[in-house]
């Protein structure tokens, strides 16, 4: 197999089964959340909880100062990787045309030297974090085989991405093959580690935000 | 004439020594090599002993031919053509039938073991090989009698080189490359659909110069030519970077000459000389006439999708894909969650309370 029929099969069978995997897994994940359930809230509630619901999903964004100067690093780098992740994967031209080709939306892109310089940052943040991760002894020790993996895929996409635009290392349409399917295997593990963080984090935060406001509690 | 120099075939052809040079000279540097090795070239070249051709043609549609031999006027490189011994070449020679393939056995016996042996086209093995037949005899055995006398064989063309047009899927005739028949001598890929002519005589010219075979990659092909990409050496690559793409054929990014991404340009991962060689006597070439690349050096180029989809867009629809796994997921979701609450439901039915009593015990 050579590296344009390894492109052809990320873009072809592999792309095809990556989406079949990481749709079955959220979807399932989401009907197994939801069908758990909540138990009747007996004692009446104090104020409509929706809208603080749909607030706190917001407040809850944007750090606390407390918490932000017990952990800045994590704070700091975390907001950088996380914004820098999203802007490299939205606002690259190529990223673009496959979100296009898929969905019909469409939006202007950034220049590449832009979305470069951000994809830069992004790595040497997520860098920071497992550094970090690494070096204190407390998350050391609260740090499972998920964590590392959640961060290994999360890295390879961006470092592969990079050194596809560079050529570093193999030759573009290898690297661009490895790239895809880093991808690939982001989407395959996505359902079954804690990144479903992406899609769980706005409900159990609009969960919380609800359940304070039936309990008469500032969100 | 079989004892003729090229330089002599040349000067009675009314090339100058000035003109000889030139072409030594473009011909090293296209190769990257040191522009003192022009000298080198243009004194091995001049002393080369017209040698031995057997070109062969399988299943191809002459396009490889007409892109080596038809240039508006004549080139140094047409005149080499006509300065090797082309002793066997279907399109080409003025025989045919049985006197056509006595030449190519005449030619073979006489250089066994010397003569260079040219294929365009691709070699069907399905069916013993009956889908293409020359004087009854298959490619595939017409291939490995040629090569087994041959110094060095060049695959011209994507066909030749990696199976091209007759490979794509569903492969009707069983298609294959040359290299994947013969691995015993060494073998130069010269992929295009069609190839630049300056590519090929330039490894026609690196192999007299030489003895040699030039450095290839890993796909077989002259790093001299292949090595860097279309897109790292486009005069559009600027726009790519700046961000601005033509959406369709002649909207103002068109006109404006923008990048051609968008409408499916493949080469970011096309590795071929057109950039900087171009066509037509470097009149123009595919993505300075406003189309993008098709990618057509590189294998199977044919099953990459559509011409005009962008390079990162699926080549296979996945919405079936996606629609039938939302479906499973669905229903494996509600089957995880009614076990669950059977769960609970058994758990609560077994639990007992604890009274006082029983903590007194």
């Known amino acids: 197999m050579n590296a344009m029929d390894l492109l052809l099969w ?10 079949g995997i990481f749709l079955f897994g959220m979807v399932l994940r989401l009907f197994e ?17 929706e809208g603080s619901g749909w607030r706190t999903m917001f407040t809850r964004s944007v750090p606390d100062r407390a ?30 045309e496959l979100i296009r080709s898929i969905s019909g939306l469409s939006w202007p892109a950034l220049p590449t030297p832009v979305v470069d310089l951000i994809a830069v940052i992004t790595l040497i943040a997520l860098i920071v974090t497992l550094i970090y991760r690494i070096m204190d002894p407390v998350r050391r020790l609260l740090s499972t085989f998920g964590d590392y993996l959640a961060w290994t895929v999360t890295f390879l996409p961006v470092l592969t991405g990079y050194m596809a635009y560079h050529h570093l290392l193999f030759d573009y349409t290898l690297m661009l093959a490895l790239h895809i399917l880093s991808v690939e295997l982001l989407l395959v593990v996505f359902p079954f580690t804690k990144l479903t963080h992406m899609v769980t984090l706005f409900i159990s935060r609009w969960y919380n935000g609800e359940w304070f406001a039936r309990k008469g509690v500032a969100s | 004439m079989r004892d003729e120099t090229l330089l002599d075939t040349l000067k009675r052809r009314g090339i100058s020594r000035r003109g000889f040079l030139k072409f030594c000279a473009t011909t090293a540097s296209m190769l990257a090599l040191p522009p003192a090795m022009a000298a080198e070239v243009a004194a091995a070249l001049g002393k080369v002993r017209r040698p031995a051709v057997i070109w062969l043609s399988f299943q191809e549609c002459t396009g490889c031919t007409e892109s080596l031999t038809r240039a508006h006027s004549p080139s140094i490189e047409s005149l080499i053509f006509d300065a090797i011994s082309l002793d066997y070449h279907h399109t080409l020679q003025a025989a045919s039938g049985h006197a056509a393939e006595e030449a190519r056995e005449h030619s073979m016996k006489q250089d066994w073991g010397n003569y260079l042996l040219l294929v365009d086209g691709s070699i069907p093995l399905k069916d013993d090989g009956v889908y293409s037949t020359i004087a009854g005899i298959s490619n595939l055995q017409m291939l490995k009698d040629a090569a087994a006398g041959a110094a060095a064989i060049v695959s011209v063309g994507t066909c030749a080189a990696y199976g091209g047009l007759p490979h794509a899927n569903p492969n009707p005739t069983g298609a294959v490359s040359v290299s994947e028949i013969i691995k015993d001598k060494p073998i130069i890929n010269v992929p295009g659909c069609p190839p630049i002519p300056a590519v090929l005589t330039g ?24 090595g860097e990409s279309i897109h790292d050496r486009c005069y559009r690559r600027p726009f790519y970077d700046q961000g601005k793409f033509a959406k369709t054929f002649d909207d103002e990014g068109a006109r404006n000459g923008w990048c051609l991404f968008e409408l499916g340009c493949k080469g970011p991962t096309t590795h071929n000389a057109c950039a900087t060689t171009k066509w037509n006597g470097g009149t123009s070439w595919p993505v300075q006439s406003g189309h993008g ?17 962008a390079l990162s867009t699926p080549i296979s629809p996945v919405t079936g894909a996606a629609a039938a796994a939302v479906a499973i997921g669905a229903a494996a979701g509600v089957a995880i969650g009614l076990a669950n609450r059977q769960t609970k439901a058994a758990a609560k039915a077994a639990h007992q309370k604890a009274t006082i009593a029983d903590l007194e015990k």
């Open chain 1, 10 to 19: 990320s873009r072809g069978p592999g792309l095809g089964i990556a989406i």
């Open chain 1, 33 to 49: 959340i939801y069908s758990l359930g909540r138990k009747r809230d007996l004692a009446p509630a104090r104020t409509g909880g």
């Open chain 1, 67 to 96: 918490q932000f100067k017990r952990s800045p690093v994590v704070f700091t780098t975390g907001y950088i990787f996380h914004i820098g992740f999203f802007i490299v994967l939205l606002f690259l031209l190529p990223h673009i």
């Open chain 2, 203 to 226: 490894v026609l010219a690196h192999y007299l110069t030489f003895g040699a075979i030039p450095d290839l990659d890993d796909l077989g092909r002259p790093k001299a030519f292949f």
């Open chain 2, 293 to 309: 690349c098709l990618g057509c050096s590189e294998p199977d180029f044919w099953d990459g999708g559509s011409f005009y989809k």
